[in-house]
């Protein structure tokens, strides 16, 4: 009864409720492109050349490594380790670990006891040691032709600057600092300068609403907010400043005050003039920071020490505050980027995610400044002006590693081909896909025409909770199935098990859980360690539970099939169902609403929101979109419903239980599979939500 996942049972068969959802996300994904079917495709051998050259050649040297890194992980991972620079090391265990609620509180440590700092590593190491004269940042507006550039010397001196005048007003080691930038290279410079002097980053993506934002700034109270006036995103100008407005008042209106406002003048989008502004509050970065000494002491801190907070949804309303720590998420992510994307030094690398993001943290800022890559940072989107221009950054900057969301390929794909083969994209080399399972005929569209069949696939499989990369295929170690994110990366050992908890051997599908740390794991989730336990622990003892489903097939293969809990995947943006939900009911005219994902052509799923009005309210158009607004406003615009179908009333057990999986099969029109509805409280109003259903 303890059960997480029992207690969301909607009780409708006799089956147990978790073994009945990911049957649901099996049969969910079986149907046409499905990412099942791509087991009857042929794999993709690797190029024997690219083989010979790539980091790992082979599958035998993968196990090779792969072994040495479960058998022996503190081996493994302190070897690795002494690639960087610490101040004092770790003493003597290189990592401690109780992921097992049974034998008391969960905690993970990797490198305790010793000193560093990752920004110490990500950029004065390469300056120090290397070539400082690299570009470090490459640097794309959202207007073509807009562009810029800092070589890691340069990039010093930005970090060093604003680290001193977080100093100079009074940021010091462990005091929280929210950023709510865009994509300007100010983002990942902010980041790096709160890592430098101790503080805790707490990015909030810039496409979240104020609401979203004062939830964040209330739960961690930054002494500072990072933002800038505004920003350009496809032809569309969003004034940031104003969103950071309301938060700080909201704020304040909890009794939480934020004294400083740091603004960047983003001058492609708005000029200062413009700019509302609350004197005392609110300076100007450029008028500010660039007075600041291009020397910055590193703060030492220790390898538990927090490096940052990233809020996630789950499956309640309240976002999670996702912990991760210096030292191990420092060597994870570092490890993770040059073997996932076989990095070479000669690389440029370009990952369209946004720093807002874990894959912005780990696969934008922190892992390739620690291998000393040359990044690409874009502000707009991939497909702005037109969707040609994701290939003419590649060829613009010769980019050779391409890392993006399936959603993207998806959308691209549709658009047709020419906008592809216009462009050269010789200098590609590897691809790479995250966020949520690709399906095959993207994954053979991007490797065929985007890759001209040249370049592997890194189908990289992780989560904001695990800091890094956790299943992927190593560029040209082995055959790759398309659709299939393949073999566990160095150190981690993923699981499948059934609803009992027990380990499937062999050909199997089930839940996807991970045995024994790895250095890149999150150590709580801020201020609520109970619910780090009960989320992720509890579920099945002895295991961290990632939330998805997977199969492994005959060959070992793993195949991601979605995610079992109440979180939807939108165009690879968690959401919670619960929080899209909160958001609706606070519409004074919605009496109650419940939130499914459908599958989506683009964004892989959609949102379809069930909602019963207030007695007496007409349904009407104009109500609709009051509520999509309302959801906008309350989370952000990637959350805004795709469908709002007006319900009479939701199908409910008698004691009172929404039965999502009824709702699911009628959004997703399945109607003949609508299974036993004998147990609802009121059985009429399925039929009543299935002749609404066109409306
Ligand atoms: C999904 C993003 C299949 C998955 C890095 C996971 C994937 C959630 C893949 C985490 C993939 C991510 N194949 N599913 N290659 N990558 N997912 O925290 O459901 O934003 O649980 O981290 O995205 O999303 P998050």
């Not at 609803?499 to 839940?511: I, Q, V, W």
């Not at 801020?526 to 990632?546: I, L, M, Q, V, W």
């Amino acid at each position: 009864a303890g059960h997480p996942l029992r207690r969301r049972a909607d009780g409708m068969s006799q089956l147990p409720s978790a073994a009945r959802r990911i049957a649901h996300h099996l049969n969910a994904v079986v149907r046409g492109d499905s990412l099942a079917s791509g087991e009857s495709d042929p794999a993709v051998v690797p190029s024997p050349l690219f083989s010979q050259r790539a980091l790992v050649s082979s599958l035998d040297q993968y196990r090779e490594m792969y072994r040495r890194s479960i058998e022996d992980p503190a081996g493994f991972w302190s070897e690795i380790a002494t690639q960087f620079y610490w101040k004092e090391t770790w003493d003597p265990e290189v990592y401690a670990e109780n992921i097992d609620v049974r034998k008391g509180a969960v905690s993970i440590e990797w490198f305790k006891g010793a000193k560093t700092n990752i920004c110490y590593n990500a950029v004065d190491r390469n300056v120090e040691g290397r070539d400082g004269g690299k570009v470090a940042l490459y640097w794309e507006g959202n207007e073509p032709g807009l562009d810029g550039r800092l070589t890691y010397s340069e990039l010093l001196d930005r970090v060093c600057q604003l680290a001193n005048y977080l100093k100079h007003v009074g940021v010091g080691k462990g005091d929280a600092v929210v950023i709510y930038l865009p994509m300007l290279m100010e983002l990942p410079i902010a980041m790096l300068a709160c890592a430098r002097i101790g503080a805790v980053h707490s990015v909030v993506f810039a496409g979240f609403s104020a609401e979203s934002l004062t939830q964040r700034i209330a739960d961690c109270r930054p002494k500072v907010v990072l933002t800038c006036n505004a920003v350009q995103r496809g032809s569309k100008t969003i004034f940031l400043k104003d969103i950071v407005d309301t938060a700080l008042g909201e704020c304040a209106k909890d009794g939480v005050h934020v004294g400083l406002c740091l603004t960047y003048e983003n001058l492609s989008a708005m000029k200062r003039d413009d700019t509302k502004w609350q004197e005392g509050r609110d300076v100007w970065w450029q008028d500010v920071v660039p007075n600041f000494p291009t020397k910055c002491e590193v703060e030492w801190v220790d390898a538990e020490d927090p490096l940052f907070l990233l809020y996630t949804s789950g499956s309640t309303g309240k976002p999670k505050g996702v912990l991760h720590t210096t030292g191990g998420y420092m060597v994870y992510t570092a490890t993770t980027f040059k073997y996932a994307f076989d990095y070479k030094p000669t690389d440029i690398y370009w990952c369209t995610a946004d720093c807002g993001w874990i894959t912005g943290h780990s696969y934008i800022t922190y892992g390739p400044l620690l291998n000393g890559a040359t990044v690409v940072v874009y502000e707009g989107a991939p497909n702005y002006p037109d969707p040609g221009r994701s290939w003419d950054i590649v060829d613009k900057y010769k980019v050779t590693i391409f890392y993006t969301a399936p959603t993207l390929i998806r959308s691209l794909m549709r658009d047709g081909d020419d906008y592809v083969t216009r462009y050269s994209r010789k200098s590609l080399r590897v691809l790479g896909s995250v966020g949520e399972p690709i399906n095959p005929s993207a994954w053979r569209w991007f490797f065929n025409v985007v890759g001209d069949s040249r370049c592997p696939i890194s189908d990289t499989w992780w989560q904001t909770e695990t800091g890094g990369i956790m299943i992927t295929p190593l560029p040209g170690a082995w055959p790759q199935k398309p659709g299939s994110a393949t073999f566990p990366f160095f150190g981690v050992q993923p699981v499948i098990v059934d609803e009992k908890g027990n380990e499937l051997e062999g050909e199997c599908s089930g839940y996807l859980c991970i045995k024994k740390s790895w250095p890149g794991a999150f150590r709580t989730l801020y201020g609520d360690h109970e619910r780090y336990e009960t989320t992720y622990f509890k579920p099945f003892a002895g295991y961290y539970f990632s939330g998805d489903g997977c199969r492994r097939d005959k060959d070992g293969y793993h195949w991601l099939t979605g995610r079992v809990d109440d979180v939807i995947n939108v165009s690879g943006h968690r959401i919670g169902t619960a929080e899209v939900e909160s958001a609706l009911v606070s519409h004074a005219q919605c009496a109650e609403a419940a939130v499914v994902g459908v599958e989506h052509e683009v964004k892989g799923q959609g949102i379809y929101a069930f909602v019963t009005l207030v007695e007496g309210v007409p349904y009407s158009e104009e109500l609709r979109k009051s509520l999509i607004l309302t959801v906008r406003n309350q989370i952000g615009a990637f959350a805004a419903p795709d469908k709002i179908h007006w319900a009479p009333g939701l199908p409910k057990t008698r004691s009172g239980k929404i039965m999502r999986r009824i709702l699911r099969k009628i959004a997703s029109r399945q109607l003949n599979e609508l299974g036993d509805t004998s147990t609802l409280s009121d059985p009429t109003v399925v039929d009543q939500l299935i002749a609404l259903s066109d409306h």
